[in-house]
């Protein structure tokens, strides 16, 4: 006969939730407003480029305000 005899040790795992926080947003900035004439003397393609990276801040910040108001309570 043959007694075995071993130890075993419970093992505790630890799970972590995370928990969301509500975060501030901060206000927004103003722009100064650029008229046309303004920007008359300079070329097509720079108005362009000013155009497109005004709509791109735009929708940049907006994503933001999104993501900040997901942290908010229902």
Do not use: W
């Not at 650029?34 to 008359?40: A, C, L, P, Y």
């Not at 933001?64 to 908010?72: C, G, P, R, S, V």
């Amino acid at each position: 006969m043959i007694n075995v005899v071993g130890c075993t040790t419970t093992q505790i795992v630890e799970k972590r939730v995370p928990v969301p926080i509500e975060v501030k947003r901060p206000e927004r900035p103003t722009f100064p407003k650029i008229m046309n004439d303004e920007v008359g003397c300079l070329n097509e393609s720079t108005q362009k480029q000013f155009l497109t990276r005004d709509q791109a801040m735009k929708s940049y910040m907006g994503e933001l305000e999104n993501i900040i108001d997901a942290t908010h309570a229902q």
